[in-house]
Structures are given as structure tokens and as C-alpha cells.
């Protein structure tokens, strides 16, 4: 099976990078002698922790604003999100000057509603369901005329997260290996379409909680297993692949790895003693599979994205001594 | 009266800059729009909280350990310290290939000693008191022949440390004030030797917690005055100025700003939150200064020098919630 033509090319991630780059962090490379010896590679970390609104989210978001004609802009954009991508498309609004609609649970933490308000976003909740979310943000869009940014099934989308390698390239332009981890599939895709066009020997993993094991039940079965009731501290990861993300990890992904919770906290808690800095969960999950050996990536130079870093300082997952 | 003539000029700084750069890093500029909105400045964090051994102490250790002579060398270096400085010596000198005895407190925390140890250093225990430390250091001098590095009464280590701030103006070139936490005054003294030589028209001002004021009092008073029980939770910031740093200060330096704890913790969680950056309290004390507008910039283009990011992550100082 071939993938559909319609997907981004190198080409377009030069020009969604073109697009974005006034508008986010070009995020440095970060590497720790001891991450090296402890996996026995050599370790490059993109900081998308370091991004706007903290997560490598705010590329994809900015090139589909971006790259709306302005009569379709001026209606504004809309979605449905808890996480990442509502702020960071309410940002991308926001650069452009247009209305951004956000649809969130009203389930969803306060601080995250509250950074999509102050990033002048308009909310409407609804309950916590995707039914429910998916209504609502129908009824948004009847209303205003705004377009809908899906946070990953979209060619817009995904040639903005591919932004991420192709910056991490360039800096360090003879890797062998990327790490990602993988949610929906957004960044996975991106990350994979770019660097196997470019560099053709590269390897491109992808790495998922145990506990949310869509992405690597469906690569095995070479068919999209939907997820189903998943269960891990790594909440960006949740989501479902769509036929378009599972269709490019299919045909340009060479491995699924995946790794148990403790492993998960293990590695957040490693980065930011070593590295000094935050990670979410999410991120961790990559850098987790390195750390517990999952890959074959010995004594190689290996990417990796550090997704996102928005956590609730009050609520850490490791517990304080007596 | 003037500066001391044998204190590292510019060209010194440069001159340890060549000699130290390939065993550090170059850490990344950080900025943040909600930071620039909060504090009424451009803000430009030079993150030595990335740097090796997460703090800017590598770069002095480095420079005193490679300034030595072959001869000097062989016999390794010897200092006293719980803190950063000990890790920077153990890894200046397994850098160099030679020995390095660190007299550390009998109440060092054990990550400190464990760290030091990986680094393959001698440790030699004793009281933890000021008496007891110079006169272990002194025996193993007399015992080693080891070249005794100060913390920051040192020429050597001066000029390393004011190798932050010369990578960031070549990165900044335009700043129009630098602020810098202040303990002992070795950064301090670095930065502002760097910075008022090479752009006559910068400020440089220090930052220092309330409850350890010495430096504030010294600068007001002009003449030096010992810190006397300090107590705050910015452990790197205990330490009194030397006759040295606080020549420089008195002839560098444009102003002193006391934090009180309150906000030293909320800088550093603010750093934590919106920055995704582990900065330790010493570190946060400069952003808190800015941060609770105690210094003249406003709408002015200013470095901070993130000193470090070292902390236990068992003990935050913010509670969690019930």
C-alpha cells in the first residue's frame, strides 16, 4: 500500500516552517553525557517543552491558521480540545487576529482554561464526551462560519509538527534515529514524512505507554485498532490514530515501542534532575524507551522530540519521602 | 579607589572562554512574552541551569583546573563544598585527567555526595562548620600537594564565570542591563568585569535574598560586611563576599535588589510553569527581582544570569493541595 499523495511532503514542511517560524521558539538541541551513558547513545533532545504554550503543538496549530485564505480567516477557527492544541491554536488565532472557538469539557483543569481565556480565545463547554465535543464544535462552526483545526487528522497539521525535525536536522544533520512519541499521530507523521524523504538511511520510532497501546497493536496488526478505555499518566497520548496518521506510521515508521508507567515517571523524573527541564508525561514516553533499551539504537545518534511540558506542579507523580 | 589591578579584565574573560569552551556548554537564551508582559522588560535568560553540573560553576572550575600548569597539575585540586562548586571541580579535573579531593560537610546531602563521587573525586568528610573545613582542605593540601580552588576568591575562577555573560552579549548584543544573583560574588564579579568593559553604557545590578542581605548592606555602606546567619531558602546564596568580589561590586556595580522568600518561590515556580525550566532558588532570586520591578528597566532590553538547577525534587518548597 502506498500512502495517500495528498500527505506533506519535505517540500511543504519547508514552507510550513517558512510560514511559522516568526511566530514560535526555534528550540534548542539539548544533550546530557549522562542520558548518553545511560542508553548508550548519543541523545539529542528538541526542547518543544520550550515552545510556545509549551508544546510542540503551537507549529501545527500556526500553519493551518496560517495558511487559511483571509476571507476563510476572518471567520476564525475552531476546535475541540482539553489540552495542547486549544491553546496553542488559540495563540495562532490570536497572532493572526482572528476569532479562535475553543470547545472544552467542563471537566477540564482550571489551568488550562484559564490560559486559553487569556490567550483571548472564546470557550463554550460541553460535557465530557466526544460525542458531546463533537456536537458542540458542529454547532460552533454552523454558527460563526469558523474553520475546524483538528489537532492531528490534517495535512495542515501535520506538515507544522514536521517543523520540529526539520529544525532538529539542521542542527544535528546526521542522525540516525528519531524518537517520537505518539498520540493521535500528528507529530509521528510530520516527524516521519520529513526525515524519511530527506535523510533516506534514518530510522523513525515511535514510543506509547503500555497503557495506551493503540499506535503499536496497530502497526503489529498493519490495520488501525482503535484505543480503547486507555489508562496512563501520560494524558497527551490518549487519542486514537486516525486512517490518515496510522496510514503514514504504517508505510514510513520503522518500529513501535512501548513502555510501562514506572518507566514513564522514571524518565520524567531523570530529565529534569539531569536535563533541568520539564517535561510532561507524554514527552517522558520517549525518552523512556531509550532508557529501558527498546530500541536498537546502540552507540547511535539519536533525536528525540520533547513534546510538551505543561504539568500540574502541585500534583507530581512521585511521592514525597515521609 | 580603584579595582585591584590582577583582576581578570576582558580579554582574560576571552582568553578562559577558548580555554573552557569545549568542556562546557553553550547554553540557550530563554525568553518568554507572559515574563516580558509581567516584569515591563525584554527579558533574556542566559540558562546556566542547563549548563554541566547545572550550574554556571563549571566554567570557573574549568578555567582554574586548566589554567594550572603540567607540573601543578599532576598533583590534582583540592576545595571544600557542599554545593556546585564541588561537583564543577570533580568534573574540571576528571576533564583534565587529574585527581580532585573535595573536603565535603558530614551533612552534605547524600545526591551531592553520590554526584561527586560518580565523578570520580576523593571525598574527605568533617564537621560541618567553617573551622573544620579549611583546616581538612589545608591537611590534604599538605598531604597531596593539590592546588587549593577557592570558590570564588580566585582570579582564575572569576574570569570563568564571566564567560555566561559574554556568550550572551554575543547572542544579545544590545542588552541594556544584566542582573545576577549574588552569594559569594564570583558570577557577579565576572559579569560585571565582562559587561562594563566591553559596554561602557550597561548596568549591571545584583540580586540577593532579604535574608541573606551582606552584599546589599556592603554596597550601601561601602565596606564590607560579613554575612552573619543567613536564612533563606536560597541555599547557593549563603555565602559571604570576599575583599575581592566586593572591590568589584563597589566599583562595577550599578545596584543591589533584596528579595523577600515569598518571592524567590514564586519566581522560581513562575520560571517552572511558564518557562519549563528547573531553576533552583538562588537562580530564581534574580527573576524575582525583576519580576517585583525592584530594579530601574523598564522597557529595557535585560539579561539574567540563571545560575543554576540544582534541587531536591522531593522538597519544593510550595505545598500541595489537600
Known amino acids: 500500500m502506498t ?45 518543544e517543552n520550550l515552545q510556545k504554550i509549551g508544546a510542540f503543538k503551537a507549529r501545527g496549530a500556526h500553519n493551518a491558521v496560517f495558511s487559511l ?71 460552533v462552526r454552523q454558527r460563526t462560519g469558523a474553520a475546524f483545526v483538528h489537532p492531528y487528522d490534517d495535512d495542515r497539521v501535520i506538515a507544522g509538527q514536521g517543523t520540529a525535525v526539520l529544525e532538529l536536522l539542521e542542527d544535528v ?17 510530520g516527524t516521519a514524512l520529513y526525515a524519511k524523504e530527506t535523510r533516506p538511511g534514518i530510522r523513525v520510532y515511535a514510543a506509547e505507554p503500555l497503557m495506551a497501546d493503540d499506535a503499536s497493536r496497530s502497526f503489529q496488526a498493519r490495520r488501525l485498532i482503535p484505543q480503547t478505555a486507555p489508562r496512563t499518566i501520560a494524558d497527551g497520548l490518549l487519542t486514537s490514530m486516525s486512517a490518515r496518521t496510522f496510514a503514514v506510521m504504517r508505510d514510513h515508521v ?8 514506572a518507566a514513564i515517571v522514571e524518565a520524567m523524573r531523570f ?41 500540574d506542579l502541585d500534583r507530581l507523580p512521585w511521592e514525597r519521602p515521609a
Not at 514542511?13 to 539539548?30: F, G
Not at 520503522?254 to 508507567?261: G, L, P, Q, R, Y
Open 254 to 261: 520503522d518500529d513501535v515501542a512501548t513502555v510501562d508507567e
Open 69 to 139: 485564505s483571509g476571507t476563510e480567516a476572518a471567520r476564525g477557527v475552531v476546535t475541540h480540545s482539553s489540552g495542547n492544541h486549544a491553546a496553542a491554536l488559540a495563540l495562532a488565532a490570536s497572532n493572526r487576529g482572528i476569532p479562535a472557538y475553543i470547545v472544552m469539557p467542563s471537566n477540564a483543569a482550571k489551568t488550562k482554561v484559564a490560559s486559553v481565556r487569556r490567550l483571548g480565545a472564546e470557550i463554550t463547554f460541553c460535557e465530557p464526551t466526544l460525542a458531546a465535543r463533537e456536537t458542540t464544535a458542529a454547532a
Open 3 to 47: 500512502t495517500p499523495t495528498s500527505l506533506p511532503n519535505a517540500a511543504a514542511i519547508r514552507e510550513a516552517h517558512a510560514r511559522i517560524k516568526n511566530y514560535i521558539h526555534r528550540t534548542p538541541v539539548l544533550t546530557s553525557r549522562t542520558l548518553n551513558e545511560l542508553t548508550g547513545a548519543s541523545v539529542y533532545l528538541k526542547a
Open 173 to 189: 544533520p546526521d542522525l540516525q534515529a528519531v524518537v517520537v512519541p505518539v498520540g493521535g499521530g500528528g507529530l509521528l507523521s
Open 271 to 311: 530529565v529534569w534532575e539531569i536535563l533541568k527541564t520539564i517535561v510532561e508525561p507524554s514527552a517522558a514516553v520517549a525518552v523512556a524507551a531509550l532508557l529501558r533499551r527498546k530500541l536498537p539504537v546502540d552507540g547511535q545518534r539519536v533525536g528525540v522530540i520533547l513534546s510538551g511540558g505543561n504539568v
